[in-house]
């Protein structure tokens, strides 16, 4: 079955930086575009980035763009994302995830069970 | 980005009870819409999208329905294990936006 595993998460000082990991299994992960999802402890849920099939178009937030890097591995089938000059209000817990379709107007059919980033000031 | 507002933010109800939770846009998303139930401490679970297509494996007492701006998510008779919040979600622009949630309680 489906499974996205993320890694990488802890605690950090602000203007620190930080990589996530997100290793994929039961599906092909070279036909899908990934997705990075955020939610801050008891609130609400928040796109953070997105990533082509192939890699070469990706999309961010703008509370994160500039600062955070999507990529992928298709070999590895593992998703990243590399997030520089980190604040206090990027304390969230990070969720990997798949969309149901290969196009990028889909929604979310399967979630990670996320990794707690934690930023402190 | 379109903004997603729904209401109510939480809600309490018994069990057998039917409610329904809205979610508006801020502009026609074209039925681009998807529900997550999110149980404390685990990763959000896709309910409907579509606006009312049910995922497989979701009990049929969930449905969806709307269009334009106005959409909503019915629960015809709340179980226990319904208790959760609840997100909308547009999938119709690139970067796709929430709902701030629903919280459903038991009363």
């Known amino acids: 079955q489906v499974q996205l595993v993320e890694s990488g998460g802890g605690l950090v000082k602000s203007g620190e930086s930080l990589s996530l990991s997100c290793t994929t299994s039961?599906?092909?992960?070279?036909?899908?575009?990934m997705i990075w999802i955020r939610q801050v402890p008891g609130k609400g849920l928040e796109f953070v980035s997105s990533?082509?099939?192939?890699?070469?178009?990706?999309y961010y937030a703008e509370s994160v763009e500039g600062r955070f890097t999507t990529s992928r591995d298709n070999a590895r089938k593992s998703l990243f994302l590399q997030m520089n000059s980190l604040r206090a209000e990027d304390t969230a817990i990070y969720y990997c995830?798949?969309?149901?379709?290969?196009?990028?107007?889909?929604?979310?059919?399967?979630w990670g069970q996320g990794t707690l980033v934690t930023v402190s000031s | 980005d379109i903004q997603m507002t729904q209401s109510p933010s939480s809600l309490s109800a018994s069990v057998g009870d039917r409610v329904t939770i809205t979610c508006r846009a801020s502009q026609g998303i074209s039925n681009s819409l998807a529900w997550y139930q999110q149980e404390p401490g685990r990763a959000p679970k896709v309910l409907l999208y579509s606006t009312s297509i049910l995922e497989s494996g979701v009990p049929s007492r969930f449905s969806g329905s709307g269009s334009g701006t106005d959409y909503a998510l019915t629960i015809s008779s709340l179980q226990p294990e319904d208790f959760a919040t609840y997100y909308c979600q547009q999938y119709y622009t690139i970067t796709p936006t929430f709902g701030q949630g629903t919280k459903l309680e038991i009363k």
């Open positions: 990533i082509s099939s192939r890699g070469t178009t990706k």
């Open positions: 995830a798949r969309s149901y379709g290969s196009s990028w107007y889909n929604p979310i059919r399967y």
């Open positions: 039961g599906f092909s992960f070279s036909d899908y575009y």
